[in-house]
């Protein structure tokens, strides 16, 4: 990414305009902005459009789409968000049969202590709020879902936007859990806390062994990308 080479900046000014469908534009120089779908850049609600419009205004010679995450999300959505809200649904789904709350580790203690801590209080939430009951094992025995908790979990998830359906997908992907990106999305805890719940093993061996740079670079793309989602959540749930 450092030696890509990036389209140069274009315009001059980048403003907000609202259309007669109540949507909220992109307008680089007055003209509207669009996906690389050809699309319209439009926005459901003006916070998130002034936040992407923030993004195109901070480039400078050139524009670095790795540096609007908001952007591209919405330009995704745009362009692929009708024919992939079922591939996102089913991804979050697999990963509910696979959740990383569910596993544990046999030893060490400190280590299953930390994680039954950290991940069974998510579990619980999870259960009383949806009634989506998971099981826990421990090693790398698998264990199966209740085939009621996964159909809850899909009835929850129809009640999901294209926007969000997108957001759930990323976060699961990045924390490893259906459950954690379920509970970013209806804010049970803080993306902070969330976050870290997803490293709780990765928190630990850095702990125990030193941090390695490597890992350590990753964590952080890892946590800004999730962080990234969690900004384009709260954009998106305002009215």
Request: charged share 25%; hydrophobic share 45%; glycine share 4%.
């Given at each position: 990414m450092e030696n890509q080479a990036f389209p140069k900046r274009f315009y001059k000014s980048v403003t907000v305009e609202k259309t007669d469908s109540d949507d909220w534009l992109i307008a680089l120089d007055g003209r509207p902005a669009k996906t690389p779908g050809?699309?319209?850049?439009a926005m459901p609600v003006r916070s998130l459009a002034e936040a992407v419009a923030d993004e195109w205004e901070a480039q400078t010679?050139?524009?670095?789409?790795?540096?609007?995450?908001?952007?591209?999300?919405?330009?995704?959505?745009i362009?692929?968000?009708?024919?992939?809200?079922?591939?996102?649904?089913?991804?979050?789904?697999?990963?509910?049969?696979?959740?990383?709350?569910?596993?544990?580790?046999?030893k060490p203690e400190p280590l299953t202590v930390r994680q039954t801590t950290t991940w069974s209080e998510f579990l619980e939430w999870i259960s009383g709020e949806f009634g989506i009951?998971?099981?826990?094992?421990?090693?790398?025995?698998?264990v199966e879902q209740p085939d009621d908790s996964q159909t809850k979990t899909k009835n929850l998830l129809r009640t999901a936007t294209a926007d969000e359906?997108?957001?759930?997908?990323?976060?699961?992907?990045?924390?490893?859990?259906?459950?954690?990106?379920?509970?970013?999305?209806?804010k049970y805890q803080t993306p902070d806390e969330i976050f870290a719940a997803s490293r709780v093993d990765e928190t630990y061996q850095s702990e125990k062994w030193g941090i390695d740079e490597d890992a350590a670079k990753n964590e952080a793309r890892l946590r800004e990308d999730f962080l990234s989602v969690a900004r384009y959540l709260d954009l998106i749930q305002e009215r």
């Open positions: 050809k699309k319209l850049l010679e050139e524009i670095n789409p790795f540096k609007m995450l908001l952007c591209r999300r919405r330009m995704v959505v362009d692929r968000g009708e024919a992939d809200c079922r591939k996102w649904g089913e991804l979050i789904l697999s990963f509910l049969r696979s959740d990383l709350l569910c596993y544990r580790a046999e009951r998971l099981n826990v094992t421990t090693g790398i025995v698998s359906l997108s957001c759930l997908a990323a976060a699961t992907e990045i924390t490893g859990s259906a459950v954690l990106a379920l509970a970013l999305w209806q």
